[in-house]
């Protein structure tokens, strides 16, 4: 399963410049962990870096202007950090799986002579087989919607420090329209519509592995906006293999799960209904027009109880679980505030079963922001990172374990969520 090693924000709201785990050119830094918490006060910017993660999400579903009004954004002039007048940012530093080459992908998004949003940059690179230092090798690079992408899975020349081949003047000729000549390994790029992602356009195409496998990736990303309402609906009868951000599709998910997988399915049921309090059976039931209703057993009641009479707690626990017992899981699981709602005895156990399928062999890597402590208990100091805000306004980030202080201390058994509710790793 890809993992996530380091991300890198620029002017986007309050993350003016932040970088979370290990970029190509910080290789010291350690990589971001299979399973990370956000932690800080209020206002100083973990929804916004949840955001980031869904704005990304939506330039490759719906391009760049429509993901800047998107989800009450108000468009790209809301979005930039106050005062700047650069571009927004990302960098992502990835791997498709353990022990491959790490890939940066790079996106600058900025306003064009309209003063509309539109994709500015874009970069694809990963180092050669055998490289272990230098420069990586650029298998997409796009200024302006023109650019080049490399085909097939082989890298081709070295370009980047090649004394014959030099991409910085071949970029040059392109963007001043002179004639460059393709290659049996490359392929001259230009885009019709700027304000759409490369990566989705050429994503598509058989002849570009490599941009097609990030492309995948970024579209199976999973944000969760989970709403306890939206899960109590009766959506129109109809399997569905995943569940949506917002949770509605809860029971179209159940059909497809008793369709596809039914012995697996009813062990999941029985082993969800273990680690609900007050719960000791889960069922279904098909309705007249075929939809299929979950059923409840609470404990000391003969009769079930159905999804529509359930606490939001309930409800949300239930659909995590389900959600980490998906048999194709997304590998980016991005969950904002999962404790809202929630019994605080039940906080470390849900964090236990988010670390125990982030660690399997192909779990989703997991992404939380939390403000309660009892859920950062269940947490490493390596596993969290602290928001702030700076005397500019602006967001800083550091790791819990950057702190030899807090990590003597949780040696030494204090909790990490105890230590943040003292202030030990607040404004230290």
């Not at 704005?55 to 800047?68: N, P, T």
Request: proline share 5%.
């Amino acid at each position: 399963m890809a993992r996530i090693e380091g991300f890198k924000v620029k002017n986007y709201r309050t993350l003016h410049d932040i970088t979370l785990g290990k970029l190509f050119d910080t290789q010291a830094a350690k990589p971001l962990e299979p399973m990370t918490a956000v932690i800080g006060k209020n206002g100083v910017g973990k929804s916004t870096l949840f955001d980031a993660f869904g704005f990304l999400s939506d330039c490759l579903k719906r391009g760049v202007e429509e993901a800047c009004d998107s989800r009450g954004r108000g468009g790209f002039e809301r979005i930039r950090s106050q005062g700047q007048t650069g571009g927004i940012e990302f960098q992502i530093y990835y791997r498709e799986v353990g022990n491959a080459r790490p890939i940066t992908y790079e996106l600058a998004i900025d306003l064009d002579s309209s003063g509309r949003p539109y994709v500015k940059s874009e970069r694809l690179r990963q180092r050669r087989r055998g490289q272990s230092k230098g420069w990586p090798f650029s298998f997409l690079i796009l200024n302006e919607g023109k650019g080049i992408a490399w085909k097939g899975e082989d890298e081709g020349k070295q370009v980047e420090k090649d004394e014959d081949f030099d991409l910085y003047s071949l970029m040059e000729k392109i963007q001043k329209g002179e004639a460059v000549e393709e290659s049996r390994e490359t392929e001259l790029v230009e885009l019709d519509d700027k304000r759409r992602l490369g990566i989705a356009t050429l994503g598509a195409l058989k002849q570009h592995p490599r941009i097609s496998a990030f492309r995948r990736f970024v579209e199976g990303w999973y944000l969760s906006y989970f709403r306890p309402d939206a899960a109590r609906s009766l959506p129109l009868a109809g399997p569905q293999e995943h569940l949506n951000i917002h949770g509605d599709n809860l029971g179209n998910v159940v059909q497809f799960m008793e369709r596809d997988h039914p012995r697996k399915f009813q062990s999941i049921l029985d082993n969800i209904a273990t680690k609900i309090p007050g719960i000791n059976k889960i069922s279904t039931e098909r309705s007249p027009d075929g939809r299929l209703l979950l059923r409840f057993n609470d404990k000391g009641f003969q009769d079930p109880f159905y999804a529509q009479q359930m606490s939001d707690g309930t409800l949300k626990i239930f659909a995590y679980l389900l959600l980490l017992e998906d048999p194709s899981p997304p590998p980016f699981l991005c969950i904002e505030e999962p404790e809202n709602g929630l019994y605080h005895k039940l906080l470390e156990p849900l964090a236990k079963e988010f670390r125990d399928h982030a660690l399997r062999r192909n779990g989703s890597q997991v992404f939380i922001t939390t403000h309660q402590p009892y859920f950062v208990d269940a947490f490493k100091p390596e596993e969290v990172w602290v928001l702030e805000k700076g005397d500019d306004g602006f967001a800083t980030i550091k790791r819990a374990s950057e702190d030899p202080i807090i990590k003597n201390l949780v040696s030494e058994g204090l909790p990490l969520g105890g230590l943040w509710y003292s202030d030990y790793l607040d404004g230290r």
